[in-house]
Each structure stands twice: as structure tokens, then as C-alpha cells.
């Protein structure tokens, strides 16, 4: 029934060296949302692809890059993770963007960097 | 840019307590309004939402907001909490027609005893 689906659930990798989360969804929603979340801290909105276009946050890290092949997948790439990048990362879609159209969300990738 | 404060980061209250979190935003025009809930171990999921009309909005599980313009607030509401209700609440607000998605506040964990 799982309607977003981010792999891995766990993912550990070193200083430096690339990651990709994965995020898949079966909703056929225009809309796919990556967010970060830090301890104790709110979601923080990384970027979003409203269908094919991709929309940047303005002080997302330049680290930070991502892909949708299809409406169906979408990944968040870390080129080189540092410390500082340890987190929880949460996907998300919705069927529009704005006008209340609400989110739904993955269990998230839950990233150590070691 | 806009923010969200959710006064109380932690919150402990024994069954069948009445329950109030706080949530101000900080943005001045047209707003959608959100709670979502996090229960342990469980992905993000909607709780209630704010769109237009009637500023007192009922939500999943006996839950209700109230949208108050004036104060810039959308305060979460429940006259009987249960153990079940353990989990983390997340405000939200969108705005600007949701170009930039959504904003989260920091998050309230609410415990309750049995």
C-alpha cells in the first residue's frame, strides 16, 4: 500500500564519497519534493520537480543535485557528502503545486556520513 | 522569507487531557494553512489543513485548527487526547501560491502518559 517509497530506509556512507537516495511513487503526481531534516530542526525544502522542471531552493548546496527520469522516480544525489550532511532526507509528491494540494511523504533515508 | 514557530517543542499531558499547540507563521498575504503528524516509526501524513472558509477546520482522529488571521496563528486542538496521539505534529504554511512549497515549523513532540 506503500504509496512513496524511499530506499534505503538506512544508508551510511563516507566523507566524500557520492550517495544516492532513491524515491519512487505510485500516486501519478506532477509533483516530487525533496526535504532534509536535521535533528530537532523543521524539513527543509531542498528542491522540487514540478513535472520535468526542476526548481532549485536558493541556498541549497551546490552538493546537492537531482534527477527525474520519469514521473515515477525521482533521486537526490550528493556528490560529495561531509559531515554536515548527515540527516534525515524525506521525499514527498502532491498532485499539484499550491492551492492546498497536500504532501505525501515517504518513511525518509535516514543519512550517516562517517 | 517566511517562517513557522511552534511554541512548545516537547509536550507531555496524561490521557484525556485537552490538548493546544501553538503555531504563527510569519507571512502576510494569502496563506494555506497544515498540521501533519509523525506517530513513531511512521512517515509524515496530513492531519487537517487550512484552505478557505470556514476558519475552524476538523481534521483525522478528533482533531480540529483554528485559523486566526489576525494573530497570524493556527493553533491545533484536541479536548481528549489518547496514548495513540503520541507522535510529533508539524505546522506547516504555504504561500505564494506554493511556488516554494511548504514551511515547516521545528515540530512538538507530544507524550501521552497512560
Known amino acids: 500500500d506503500a504509496m512513496v517509497i524511499q530506499n534505503p530506509r538506512y544508508q551510511v556512507t563516507q566523507f566524500g564519497k557520492p550517495v544516492t537516495l532513491s524515491c519512487s511513487q505510485t500516486?501519478?503526481?506532477?509533483?516530487m519534493y525533496w526535504y532534509q531534516q536535521k535533528s530537532s530542526q523543521a524539513p527543509k525544502l531542498l528542491f522540487h520537480?514540478?513535472?520535468?522542471?526542476?526548481?532549485n531552493e536558493a541556498d541549497t548546496p551546490d552538493n546537492f543535485q537531482s534527477r527525474r527520469p520519469n514521473t515515477s522516480f525521482c533521486f537526490l544525489d550528493i556528490r560529495s557528502p561531509g559531515l554536515g550532511d548527515a540527516a534525515m532526507y524525506l521525499c514527498?509528491?502532491?498532485?499539484?503545486?499550491?492551492?492546498?494540494?497536500?504532501?505525501?511523504f515517504g518513511n525518509g533515508t535516514r543519512l550517516t556520513v562517517t | 522569507a517566511q517562517s513557522v514557530s511552534q511554541h512548545n517543542h516537547h509536550v507531555i499531558l496524561s490521557e484525556a487531557a485537552s490538548l493546544e499547540l501553538g503555531c504563527n507563521y510569519s507571512?502576510?498575504?494569502?496563506?494555506?494553512l497544515f498540521w501533519y503528524v509523525q506517530y513513531p516509526g511512521q512517515h509524515l501524513q496530513l492531519l487537517l489543513k487550512?484552505?478557505?472558509?470556514?476558519?475552524l477546520v476538523k481534521g483525522i482522529k478528533g482533531f480540529e485548527a483554528e485559523f486566526i488571521k489576525s494573530k497570524f496563528s493556527f493553533n491545533l486542538r484536541k479536548p481528549s487526547v489518547q496514548w495513540s496521539d503520541t507522535a510529533e505534529y508539524f505546522c506547516?504554511?504555504?504561500?505564494?501560491?506554493?511556488?516554494?512549497?511548504?514551511?515547516f515549523g521545528k515540530g512538538t513532540h507530544l507524550i501521552i502518559q497512560p
Open positions: 507571512y502576510g498575504g494569502t496563506v494555506n
Open positions: 506547516a504554511v504555504e504561500s505564494g501560491g506554493g511556488a516554494d512549497g511548504l514551511t
Open positions: 520537480y514540478y513535472d520535468k522542471d526542476f526548481n
Open positions: 500516486l501519478n503526481h506532477n509533483v
Open positions: 487550512y484552505f478557505s472558509g470556514d476558519p
Open positions: 514527498a509528491t502532491s498532485r499539484a503545486r499550491g492551492g492546498g494540494s497536500p504532501l505525501h
